[in-house]
C-alpha cells in the first residue's frame, strides 16, 4: 500500500485523505477564499427574487446556476437572465441538456442503472447538449453546466478552435459524481473551470481533492433532498478554510424537485429561491461567527462569466464574445 500511496506523491497527488485538514492557500484572482451561489433558480423571475432577497439580507450573490436547461428557456428568458445578471456583475450558469435521463432509454429509471441518468445517451444527444452551449454562448451566457465527461471535452476543443467565446466557462454538475482527488484533476484537464463535488464527502476527502486541483470547488452546504438531503451549515468555515477557492452553494432540503421546470411551477420555484437566499444569510452569519476572518468576492469580481448585456438573439457565438 505505501508504493502506491508513493506512487500517487509522484504523480502530484496526496498520498491519502488529508485528515488533519490543512488551511488551503490557494484563492480565487481577488485574493477571495470563497464566493456564493443559488442553485435551481429556474428562470428570469426566480433571478429577480434571489436579487430582491439578496438586497434585503444585505449579502452578496456571485453567482446563480439552473437545472432545467438552456432547451427550456426562450432566447428572451435567456436574455432577460443575461440582462439582470450583467447589472450586478454576477455569473448566471445554465445547464447544457437534454440527458439520459429525460431521453426513452430505460436503463437511467432502473434500479442499478440510474448512475447513466447524467450521461449523454448516444451522439445524437451529445449533439443536442452541444447545441445548448452553442446557444446560451450565441445569447451572451458565458457559463453552462455539464455532467458528461465527453461534452466537457469536445467543448474544450470548440472553445481552443474558436467555435466557443474563448471567455466561455464550464462548470461540472454534481451529477458528474467525480469524488476523489485523480477524478476531480481530470476533469480539470478536460476543461472544467469550476467543479462541484458530491454532496456526501467529508472535510478530509475535500481537503485531499484541494491539494490535487486549481479550479474552484462547488460545495453543497445543503443538498437537496434527492442529493442526499444534508444540512451542513456549521461546517462552512472549515469548508471555507480548507476548499478555498470554493463557492459555497445552498440547496433546500424539504423541497420538491423541479426538473423540468415552467410557468406550473413557477410559484414554487420563486418560493424556493426566496428560502435559499435566507438559508445563505444563516450560513453566512456563521462563517462571520467562527472564522471572521474569511475572505469572500466583491462584485464585480475577476474570473466570474459575466454575461454579456444587449445582445440580440441569432447572433453567432463566436470567440469575439457575440
Not at 474563448?166 to 458528474?176: G, P, Y
Not at 410559484?267 to 445563505?280: G, L, Y
Not at 448585456?309 to 447572433?315: F, R
Request: net charge negative; charged share 25%; with cysteine.
Amino acid at each position: 500500500m505505501e508504493r502506491t500511496r508513493a506512487f500517487l506523491t509522484r504523480l502530484g497527488l496526496p498520498a491519502r485523505d488529508a485528515h488533519e485538514l490543512p488551511t488551503s492557500t490557494k484563492r480565487f484572482p481577488d485574493g477571495a477564499q470563497y464566493r456564493v451561489e443559488i442553485p435551481s433558480t429556474e428562470g428570469p423571475r426566480a433571478l429577480d427574487i434571489v436579487l430582491e432577497e439578496a438586497d434585503r439580507y444585505g449579502i452578496t450573490i456571485h453567482r446563480v446556476s439552473q437545472g432545467s436547461g438552456v432547451m427550456l428557456q426562450t432566447d428572451e428568458e435567456i436574455l432577460d437572465f443575461a440582462r439582470l445578471a450583467a447589472a450586478r456583475a454576477m455569473e448566471v450558469s445554465l445547464f447544457a441538456r437534454p440527458l439520459a435521463a429525460w431521453d426513452i432509454g430505460a436503463m437511467a429509471v432502473a434500479a442499478a442503472g440510474r448512475v447513466v441518468g447524467p450521461r449523454l445517451r448516444g451522439q445524437d444527444q451529445l449533439v443536442y447538449c452541444l447545441e445548448d452551449v452553442k446557444r446560451a454562448a450565441g445569447l451572451g451566457i458565458r457559463s453552462v453546466l455539464l455532467a458528461d465527461e465527453g461534452a466537457l471535452w469536445v467543448a474544450d476543443e470548440m472553445r481552443r478552435a474558436g467555435e466557443l467565446p474563448r471567455d466561455m466557462q464550464f462548470k461540472i454538475s454534481v451529477m458528474m459524481g467525480s469524488a476523489n482527488p485523480a477524478a476531480v484533476r481530470l476533469m480539470e484537464r478536460l476543461g472544467a473551470s469550476t467543479f462541484n463535488i458530491p454532496t456526501d464527502l467529508t472535510l478530509a476527502q475535500i481537503a485531499a481533492i484541494r491539494q490535487a486541483v486549481d479550479i474552484p470547488l462547488d460545495v453543497y452546504v445543503e443538498a437537496p433532498d434527492d442529493l442526499g438531503g444534508f444540512v451542513r451549515l456549521y461546517e462552512i468555515p472549515d469548508l471555507v478554510r480548507v476548499a478555498a477557492p470554493v463557492y459555497i452553494k445552498f440547496g433546500l432540503r424539504n423541497a420538491p424537485n423541479l426538473y423540468p421546470s415552467g410557468e406550473h411551477l413557477e410559484q414554487t420555484a420563486i418560493a424556493m429561491s426566496r428560502e435559499r437566499v435566507r438559508r445563505a444569510r444563516l450560513g453566512l452569519d456563521l462563517l462571520q461567527r467562527y472564522y471572521p476572518e474569511a475572505a469572500g468576492s466583491r462584485l464585480p469580481a475577476p474570473g466570474l462569466a459575466v454575461p454579456l448585456a444587449g445582445v440580440t438573439a441569432g447572433e453567432p457565438a463566436g470567440s469575439d464574445g457575440a
